[in-house]
């Protein structure tokens, strides 16, 4: 047991370092690429810390279990929309963009809704997978068609959190000496990316097993281990991403790789591994459907007002999300 305590330590320490790094790695690819930070954010950042999710999800499911793979999913979407958010908005308030309220948002809100009523008869078919697919590739689509250049603001804000010596950096872009240093300077990004995701899905994987052999050792149900343990573990990414970025102020990285996140793992874990193994639920209960779907209403709401996501309505976030874990937990008992 001290030895698994031991490794959760060590998992959240190689988390929270790679996420530092990716965040440095996406925020230099937005700016030498001049892409909003959201989109960033929707697309490199959300899928590589899904990628967590996705393994569990599939292994659990080819395994048969599940119960902890529906749970890994929506536990962690629950963790995303309630406490990271609402962590993220304790450090700083996150300005959200309009076109965020408008669409992305709604469409992570809609990919619950369709869960929640795919669940009702406690399965998840292949056809339900397939349209939980489809809907992915739709999403891809819309997000990636027009994407807008980064605005002045928020591309000095990128230019100035990529690197340290940023006006060194100005005054050599000013200059027409630079096509290889750019070119190494997106190669460096890149390769701080590959490196943070590279950590996060091991940091996470550590966590992951260690935490669940302690869960299990009490003799906790798959459903509930997939809704807790497992959820909050692979949702360790995503909460050391979005805290780091909005700490250095990039609340477009840290929103957008929530939102990205919680539809990559209904439309793309969900209905990849349906596709694969189609899926009988029984430990999953309409309360926690119901406060998957609550949990992104109530981010569309505080995103809403004055887009932007204020201190008080991260503790809001936070409070809730509390309640519901102490519910879990008791009922566990």
């Known amino acids: 047991m001290i030895l698994n305590i031991i490794l959760i330590i060590v998992g959240v320490v190689v988390v929270l370092w790679g996420a530092d790094r990716m965040t ?3 925020v230099g690819i937005a700016e030498r690429l001049k892409v909003p930070q959201i989109v960033i954010g929707l697309t490199i ?8 999710e996705f393994c569990v999800s599939l292994v659990s499911a080819l395994k048969g279990t599940a119960d902890l793979a529906v749970g890994n999913v929506v536990g962690s979407n629950i963790f995303n929309a309630m406490l990271i958010v609402g962590c993220a908005a304790a450090v700083a308030p996150m300005t959200i963009l309009p076109q965020t309220v408008r669409k992305d948002v709604p469409f992570a809100l809609i990919a619950s809704a369709a869960l929640w009523v795919m669940c009702i008869d406690n399965s998840i078919s292949r056809i339900d997978a397939a349209l939980l697919f489809a809907a992915f590739l739709v999403f891809m689509y819309v997000t990636l068609k027009k994407t807008p250049s980064a605005t002045p603001a928020e591309a000095s804000t990128t230019s100035t959190l990529a690197e340290e010596g940023g006006e060194r950096r100005e005054e050599r872009n000013q200059s027409d000496a630079l096509p290889q240093k750019k070119e190494k300077g997106m190669w460096l990004s890149v390769g701080l990316v590959v490196l943070g995701l590279a950590c996060l899905i091991i940091g996470s994987n550590i966590f992951v097993d260690n935490a669940t052999a302690l869960a299990s050792a009490f003799g906790v149900s798959e459903a509930v281990i997939g809704l807790t343990v497992v959820a909050g573990g692979t949702s360790m990414p995503e909460l050391a991403t979005s805290i780091v970025a909005a700490r250095k102020g990039n609340s477009g990285i840290a929103i957008g790789n929530v939102l ?22 029984k430990g999953i209960t309409d309360v926690d459907l119901i406060l998957l779907v609550v949990s992104m209403v109530m981010l569309w709401l505080f995103s809403y007002t004055k887009l932007r996501i204020e201190r008080w309505e991260g503790l809001v976030l936070i409070v809730v999300f509390v309640g519901y874990m102490t519910w879990l937990i008791a009922n566990a008992v």
């Open 260 to 281: 990205g996140s919680n539809v990559f793992n209904i439309l793309l874990i969900l209905g990849g591994t349906g596709l694969i193994a189609p899926m009988t639920i």
């Open 45 to 52: 950042v959300a899928m590589g810390t899904s990628m967590p």
């Open 24 to 26: 440095d790695g996406a």
